[in-house]
């Protein structure tokens, strides 16, 4: 049973709900004028619902901003409550997103944080960091990171609505205040009248020594249905753990 796994069990779903953050949902988007995208996700541990992930966004064509939220519920939720609450603004450009500012506020088990960014030129600058974990040795510096998209403008741009071109068509890296990690999407393969994606996160700089020991690559496949003319969206993402399958399915 999942309740005697003790705090190695807390520990790994602590780690699996900063992945999802970080790695499901990274994918490039092309700026449209004055729409509204909204989301919610289901996620699943084992085939066990562990939590929920949802968002908000809008943009006119020339600026976003964006919030989200993602936090632990069900049988999950009784062993380990995490949430992660976030959010960011800024320009829409011909590359796609600029971000201006963020903020995000991680609570439960031993992922406390608060981390607040704003951007000048494309370069992030780290305001503040407060958390529980200690900033090690490996943290980068931000002056190097132009260019790098904050958490949850890369969870926006995912869960936008995109073209036939968009699908499966991704390489990014993102930087979230101290880490710098890598996001691949190719090889797009029919299914149905939408696609399947080979997806690949990778931690490059800021990990641990332990970290990045332990496991620098997280294959994982992301789903795309047909909803209109030249329109397809994000309706699912599986990717494998130490403890097994897990899934994010859209309501």
């Known amino acids: 049973m999942l309740h005697r796994k003790g705090p190695k069990m807390r520990r790994s779903i602590s780690v699996l709900f900063f992945l999802t953050c970080t790695i499901c949902l990274c994918l490039p988007a092309t700026a449209t004028a004055a729409r ?23 943009d006119n ?53 608060e981390v607040s960014m704003t951007y000048r030129s494309g370069v992030p600058r780290v305001e503040r960091i407060n958390s529980s974990k200690k900033t090690g040795p490996n943290a980068v510096d931000p002056a190097t990171q132009k260019g790098t998209l904050d958490p949850m403008t890369t969870i926006y741009g995912a ?23 890598r996001v691949r999407l190719s090889n797009p393969a029919p299914r149905g009248e939408g696609f399947v994606c080979a997806g690949e996160y990778r931690r490059i700089a800021g990990f641990s020594d332990k970290e990045m020991a ?6 994982f496949t992301l789903s795309y249905d047909k909803i209109g003319n030249d329109l397809y969206r994000v309706t699912g993402i599986r990717m494998i753990t130490t403890f097994g399958n897990a899934v994010l399915s859209r309501r």
Request: one cysteine or more; hydrophobic letters at 35%.
């Open 36 to 58: 509204r995208d909204e989301a919610r996700f289901d996620i699943y541990l084992r085939g066990i619902k562990a939590g929920v992930l949802a968002l908000s966004g809008s």
């Open 61 to 113: 064509g020339q600026a976003y901003a964006v919030a989200g939220r993602l936090e632990s519920t069900g049988l999950i939720g009784a062993i380990v409550k995490v949430r992660y609450d976030a959010k960011s603004k800024g320009r829409i450009t011909r590359q796609g997103f600029s971000p201006r500012s963020y903020f995000e506020k991680t609570t439960g088990s031993a992922r406390n944080s």
């Open 159 to 181: 869960l936008r609505d995109v073209s036939r071109a968009e699908v499966c068509n991704y390489n990014i890296r993102m930087f979230d205040g101290k880490r710098v990690s």
């Open 214 to 219: 332990e496991r620098q690559r997280f294959p």
